[in-house]
């Protein structure tokens, strides 16, 4: 290999999202990591650059490779340190002490270089190490997709009807999917808080809410692909194996959504918000996607802010900034734009909202930065949304009177669950959710609990003359570790 070339820097640059996506290759989209990868470059060049017209080209190389690795390193060390519950380690990882060992360890080591006369032989096996590590990595990857293959086939297993609407008019539906927003009796065990009035206000503008609903899974990612499709997932356990936690499937299915292509078959024109979610749906049902920003999936940008930016500081501006921007984009969509006039609308907008992080309190102000657990911060930016909601749906209902709207969560607020050993109260936690509809025609009755599953059902039934089964409320607890290891759980937590 010529000593001439010299591109460990670089390669060395890609390993905190080549990890991360290894560790979380059962449910990140290989293309997510393209845009990461570039963007782990920008450092690499605003130290080798400059560095170059300070020493020579093998030096410079050297000093690159050693200060992003020993940035990597710092970083991660920082993030688990600040992580643990023993307090001697969290002030270890703090930056005014584990940056200070860092920093000066990294200029013993630029001194030392810059001191050598000769470095010859130290970029070829850094290029040849770098090689190996990502080659190994680039491997394990390959191998995983070799020995687990989907078969996404399977996301269109439900053989549901594709109706064609026989109605006179079709109506613009407005689906407002709020992330994390725990139902009524949660809200009043674990917070004291009374969501009858917000219910009430829902009534006032013409809504219709059931006395109980219910996710049927307590998480997002079995959760939306399982109301989107309109079916339960107890064929994922058969496909997949209880051992399994690939999510790429689900995934699928939640991208390329039954929901959606009747929709389309029907002549919507389909938008989506991406609000915040890293998953949004397919290309080929989708006709607009708005403020999503170049968005990359969250976990992976996280990751990234972390590792090469771990101080608050920058924590709070590219994590926290970027999602508020995101939901201000929101706000400001649904409030002054006018959606397509030609053919009639799905608006799709998976909000995280009240989902942390929380940047609102309880009247609209931006928050400074608070623990993903705080109760006291979760409740405050839920009654921010609360107040949002409404003011959405007056915009709405002004400018289009006769639109379907659907305001609903996807599962309740989790910190204080046990998953390993779930009580009825960590049931409710889990599948306690919200949910109400304005159907401007509609003169039946609905059901007194209804679960997520059958909300579209029940839609399409109700505004659309379809005749889809209405399903038994079933609900099903898993662990993180083995998402398809489905536990069927009693209804004796809705006593609660």
């Given at each position: 290999m010529n000593d001439k070339i010299i591109f460990h820097p670089i390669l060395f640059s890609f390993l905190p999202i080549l990890f991360l996506f290894q560790y979380n290759i059962h449910e990140v989209p290989i293309t997510d990591i393209i845009i990461p990868l570039f963007l782990s470059l920008i450092p690499v060049f605003l130290i080798w650059i400059p560095l170059k017209f300070l020493t020579n080209y093998k030096k410079s190389s050297?000093?690159?490779?050693?200060?992003i690795l020993l940035y990597v390193v710092y970083s991660n060390l920082h993030h688990i340190l600040t992580a643990q519950s023993n307090t001697l380690l969290q002030i270890f990882g703090k930056n005014s002490i584990l940056g200070v060992i860092f920093v000066a360890l990294g200029i013993v080591i630029i001194i030392f270089i810059l001191k050598r006369k000769s470095i010859k032989n130290v970029n070829h096996p850094l290029n040849i190490m770098s090689i190996t590590i990502v080659g190994f990595l680039l491997v394990s990857i390959s191998g995983y997709y070799i020995t687990n293959q989907v078969d996404y086939s399977l996301s269109d297993y439900s053989q549901l009807e594709i109706p064609i609407f026989e109605t006179e008019t079709k109506p613009d539906v407005y689906m407002l999917l709020l992330d994390e927003f725990a139902g009524k009796n949660t809200l009043q065990i674990d917070f004291d808080y009374n969501l009858?009035?917000?219910?009430?206000?829902?009534?006032?503008?013409?809504?219709?809410t059931p006395v109980q609903s219910f996710s049927n899974y307590p998480n997002t990612e079995l959760a939306v692909p399982s109301f989107m499709n309109m079916i339960y997932l107890d064929f994922l356990e058969?496909?997949?194996?209880?051992?399994?936690?690939?999510?790429?499937?689900?995934?699928?299915?939640?991208?390329?959504?039954?929901?959606?292509?009747?929709?389309?078959?029907?002549?919507?024109?389909?938008?989506?918000?991406?609000?915040?979610?890293?998953?949004?749906?397919?290309?080929?049902l989708t006709d607009e996607r708005l403020c999503s920003f170049g968005t990359i999936n969250p976990d992976l940008r996280k990751n990234f802010v972390l590792t090469y930016m771990p101080f608050s500081y920058f924590n709070e501006k590219l994590l926290e900034n970027h999602q508020y921007e995101k939901l201000e984009c929101f706000f400001d969509t649904i409030t002054n734009v006018n959606f397509e006039e030609t053919s009639p609308n799905f608006i799709h907008a998976h909000i995280r909202l009240p989902?942390?992080?929380?940047?609102?309190?309880?009247?609209?102000?931006?928050?400074?930065?608070?623990?993903?657990?705080?109760k006291t911060a979760y409740l405050s930016q839920l009654k921010f949304t609360e107040k949002k909601i409404l003011q959405l749906i007056d915009v709405i209902q002004s400018r289009s009177p006769d639109s379907i709207i659907l305001v609903m969560s996807d599962h309740g607020f989790r910190p204080e669950i046990d998953w390993q050993n779930p009580k009825p109260i960590d049931h409710m936690r889990g599948f306690n959710t919200i949910l109400s509809f304005h159907f401007p025609n509609f003169d039946g009755q609905l059901?007194?609990?209804?679960?997520?599953?059958?909300?579209?059902?029940?839609?399409?039934?109700?505004?659309?003359?379809?005749?889809?089964?209405?399903?038994?409320?079933?609900?099903?607890?898993?662990?993180?570790?083995?998402?398809?290891?489905?536990?069927?759980?009693?209804?004796?937590?809705?006593?609660?």
């Open positions: 050297l000093i690159t490779s050693v200060l009858q009035p917000f219910e009430d206000r829902l009534t006032e503008r013409g809504f219709v058969e496909e997949l194996g209880v051992d399994s936690n690939d999510f790429r499937l689900p995934n699928q299915m939640r991208q390329y959504n039954t929901v959606m292509k009747i929709f389309k078959a029907n002549d919507y024109n389909i938008t989506t918000f991406y609000g915040g979610m890293g998953l949004v749906p397919d290309v080929r989902h942390e992080p929380f940047i609102y309190d309880e009247d609209g102000n931006k928050m400074s930065q608070k623990n993903q657990n705080d059901p007194s609990e209804i679960s997520s599953v059958n909300i579209f059902r029940i839609l399409f039934n109700s505004n659309f003359n379809t005749n889809y089964e209405i399903l038994e409320n079933r609900h099903i607890w898993y662990m993180q570790d083995k998402p398809y290891d489905f536990i069927e759980v009693s209804n004796s937590f809705k006593d609660l």
